[in-house]
Structures are given as structure tokens and as C-alpha cells.
């Protein structure tokens, strides 16, 4: 049985849908083929039909349906291809969202970029949006529960700043997620690539579990800190949300029920407040992160809390961050 399939205990919270009219484009999920993580194309619909209006999403890259054959480099094509066909089906499906962007995979410091890329281009034409090549470097990956892999040092590496550097040249993006201790590295990378839009993922995820579940004030203060001085690049865009996931360590996978859009609203609108003024609508997008997110949240009762935070701003700031800014940023 697929991970992700925690319905009975997320259908104990039903909450009204507040603003439904309200577009959404929710521009980061994923899509899991293999069995264990099970999350396909009507999963995601179960998800986004749910009672909020969501008309489209982007697919970001989360390493599900490699080719089995050919070079290592090549082998993050059959991702794009799985994705693709959902995409088509999904924009030939009256009254569901349309996948409308995908963000795949490449080693953005491999010296045969460009053969990867046009690949990508070939196969997702118009839907190909960008790269996400995570910097995600896990101190204590024993005590999380998706620890990132990347290289200690691979925002530094000069090869890997070219690729970067080359996606600005082809009008792509480039994602990436990381943790609370690497936003100073990404802020220097940001500096160095200043040609190549930037979407910064899950807040630069502050931790929350193990050794980091007692200093969480201490980790609070200095991610604002450096989140502020990230948002002087204006290359990087802030995609805010996937704060739910388990290693952030508010607690509610482990609970008896999960938590009522006011209960997530309390506890996290001061890091969404503090970003909003950090970056502006503007650069801001809204964002669901799931299924990963599902391991604490349901669907509507999420984007019901990030519709009370956002209560304050006016219609045409939570237009922006609920689907401008996503369309402008993926030219969707």
C-alpha cells in the first residue's frame, strides 16, 4: 500500500471551503508511479478537486520513473515522459486541473547539460519549465525522513554554478530545496548567477526534529535573518509551503487527528508573514507540496489555512500569490 494513502485519517477534519471561487494554481507537486509511494494522476485529481478552485499545477522532478536502460545522464528522461502523458491527459479532462508545467532532473554540472536539456525540451515541448537540482545536504540523515543527498558543498562548485548559469541562457528555471543551515550558501549562489531565475522551495525547510527539535526559536531567528537577505537577490522567487512535512517537526503525522486550518495557521503564518514581507506577493506563490505534505494535512483544510493567512492582503496581492505569480515565474 502506497504511503500517501491516509485518507480515513484525514477525512476526520471536514472543513468548509472558504473563498472557492478564489483561483489556484498550485505549482508544486509530485506524481509517484512504483507501488510503495503510489500518488498517479487521479490521486493528485482526488486532491485538487476537493472544493478549492484549482485550475493548474506544475510537476516538480521527485526521481520516480527513471529509464531502467541507457546513460546514467539520460535516465531522469523517463520521468518527463511519465509526466508528459499525465499532462496531456489531464489537459483534455473537463472540470480537473491541468498539469501545466513540468520541472524535471538534471546534473546541472554534467558536461553534456545541453543534450540533456534538449531532451527534456523534446519530450515536454511547452511544458518543460525548468530544472530542480536539490542542494539538500542532510547533517542527520538517520533522524529525518527525507534526507537530501546532495553534496556538502554543491552550490560552491563551479561547474555546477555554469549549469545554473546555463539555464538562465535558455529561458529555464532553476528549483531547489535545502535546509535552514544552507541558505547562506544559496544566498552566495543566488549572488553569482544573478541571470538565472531562482525558486527557492519549503522555505530553505528550518528542521524541527531531533537535535534541532530543541533550538527551534534559535533556528526561527536566523532563518529570518537570512531568508531577508536572500530576498535582496531579485532573481529568486519563494515558493511558500511544504512546511508540513514531518522533519519540520510540527508533530501532527504522529497525532491522533490532524489539524484544523486554524491550528496550521497558528502555528506557521509567522514564517509565511515574514516571507510575504520579505519577497512581496510578487515574488511569492503558494504552494501544496504533495503528497509529502499529506503525511500531516489534508488538501482542502491546507488551502484553507493558507487562504487565513493571506486574509489580510488585498484581492489583488492573494491573486498574485495564490496563481500570478506561478504563471508569470513558469509561463504557464
Known sequence: MSMWKNDEWLNQRSEDIIDPAREIVDPHHH????EATLYDLEDL???TGSGHNVTQTVFVECGSSYRDTGPDHLKSLGETE???ERAKRSANTEGQASISGIVARADLDHSDLDEILDAHTEIGG???KGIRYAGAHAHHPEIL???GGAPADLYERPAFRQGVARLGERGLTYDTWHYHYQNKAFLDLAKAVPGTTMILDHF???LGVGPYEEKREEIFAAWKDDVAAVAECPNVV???GGLAMPDNGFGWNTRATPPSSDEFAEAQSRYYLHMIACFGPERCMFESNFPVDRLSI???VLWNGLKKIASSFSDDEQDEMFSGTAKRVYRL
Not at 31 to 34: A, I, P, R, T, V
Open 238 to 240: 519563494a515558493k511558500i
Open 45 to 47: 485529481w482526488a486532491d
Open 82 to 84: 511519465y509526466v508528459a
Open 31 to 34: 506524481l509517484w508511479h512504483q
Open 298 to 300: 489534508s488538501y482542502p
Open 145 to 147: 525522513s527525507i534526507p
Open 126 to 128: 511547452d511544458l518543460f
Open 204 to 206: 530553505g525547510t528550518p
